[in-house]
């Protein structure tokens, strides 16, 4: 399984954008990058995933580096209820899911 | 839409006891996979059931059984408990990856909280 590294945790105030990193430098051709998150005393929730081209929906935006080695997922204007622990994970389809650490993001009112 | 549900919400036994744990896919999903979470800890895969079979299994003993129903839904059963299964029992259902749109994305229940004493 591909691995990523993401730092264990960040810190951003509210209403502020917020860049979670993550490198992936062994990443291969067919692994998607996906962000999953989970909120405190809930299950994980899908946030985003693209494999080249750096993607939007109405929760965040996925931004990859050409190389595809590293990507950032962006929070554009985070709020208390993001404060969650947020998994990048790289996964071929209909491949498990392999979540590592994440990182743990608190938010300051 | 009802997500993705699963009981009971918490559950207590005693070692060497035999537990099961059950998980309703989201409406329209056919995948079942489940996931163990031990504090402090990213969820680990356990398998995955598509079409009654299990189709991938993660680095778990035979103490680990699944089933899924023709219906989609789904149960994971664990024999001869031990401490170290205390853990939070996480169900994600998602469309078999050939028939969703771009990729197998996942939906995850609230997931089963299994305390062994």
């Known amino acids: 399984d591909a691995k990523t590294t993401q730092p264990n945790s960040m810190e951003s105030n509210e209403e502020e954008p917020v860049h979670l990193p993550c490198n992936h430098s062994?990443?291969?051709?067919?692994?998607?990058i996906h962000w999953y998150r989970q909120l405190p005393s809930q299950g994980p929730e899908y946030v985003i995933h693209g494999l080249t081209s750096n993607v939007n929906n109405r929760m965040a935006s996925l931004a990859i580096a050409e190389d595809r080695k590293s990507s950032t997922l962006i929070l554009h204007r985070a709020t208390l209820r993001d404060a969650a622990v947020y998994y990048c994970i790289l996964k071929m389809r209909a491949q498990k899911l392999v979540f590592g650490q994440g990182t743990r993001l608190t938010i300051n009112p | 839409d009802a997500g993705v549900t699963q009981s009971p919400t918490h559950l207590i036994k005693t070692r060497g006891q035999q537990v099961t744990l059950r998980c309703s896919p989201k409406?329209?999903?056919?995948?079942v996979s489940w996931y163990q979470q031990a504090l402090g800890q990213g969820p680990q895969f356990i398998f995955q059931?598509?079409?009654?079979?299990?189709?991938q299994r993660g680095n778990f003993p035979d103490r680990f059984s699944g089933h899924q129903f023709p219906n989609y839904s789904s149960e994971l059963n664990v024999n001869a408990l031990l401490l170290g299964d205390s853990a939070l029992y996480l169900c994600?259902?998602?469309?078999?990856?050939?028939?969703?749109?771009?990729?197998?994305?996942?939906?995850f229940g609230p997931g089963t909280r299994l305390t062994v004493l």
């Open positions: 409406s329209g999903h056919d995948t």
């Open positions: 062994t990443i291969s051709g067919t692994d998607y």
């Open positions: 059931y598509y079409e009654e079979e299990e189709r």
């Open positions: 994600a259902s998602s469309l078999a990856y050939f028939r969703a749109i771009s990729t197998d994305t996942q939906y």
